[in-house]
Nanobody, 121 residues
Framework: QLQLVESGGDLVQPGGSLRLSCAASGFTLDYYAVGWFRQAPGKEREAVSCINYSESATYADSVKGRFTISRDNAKNTVYLQMDSLKTEDTAVYYC???????????????WGQGTQVTVSS
């Protein structure tokens, strides 16, 4: 009924690009913040980027300058454009919604199932 669905994950070579999509169904994202998170095997889930309903955005230092988050409220979708990909970007990427961008994962109420991004030669 209420869900977020990620798509766009793929196998890509270092230096390549991908665009991830986070589409909402059953509710509107217009007044929600949406964050992107990632988790690699043996690693903790980490915040990658977040965009507020005002379109202000934040980025982890590790992706700043390479990733760009955006939203299209008409399509009820948030995107993560990933350029200059590195092997260390390999992870399952998740999107999640919250009242506002926050460092507290508990504040994110709806989560997608994740999409695999693999950066390898």
């Amino acid at each position: 009924q209420l869900q977020l669905v990620e798509s766009g994950g793929d196998l890509v070579q270092p230096g390549g690009s991908l665009r991830l999509s986070c589409a909402a169904s059953g509710f509107t994202l217009d007044y929600y913040a949406v964050g992107w998170f990632r988790q690699a095997p043996g690693k903790e889930r980490e915040a990658v980027s977040c965009i507020n309903y005002s379109e202000s955005a934040t980025y982890a230092d590790s992706v700043k300058g390479r990733f760009t988050i955006s939203r299209d409220n008409a399509k009820n979708t948030v995107y993560l454009q990933m350029d200059s990909l590195k092997t260390e970007d390999t992870a399952v990427y998740y999107c999640a919604s919250a009242p506002a961008c926050s460092s507290y994962i508990i504040t994110y109420d709806y989560w997608g199932q994740g999409t695999q991004v693999t950066v390898s030669s």
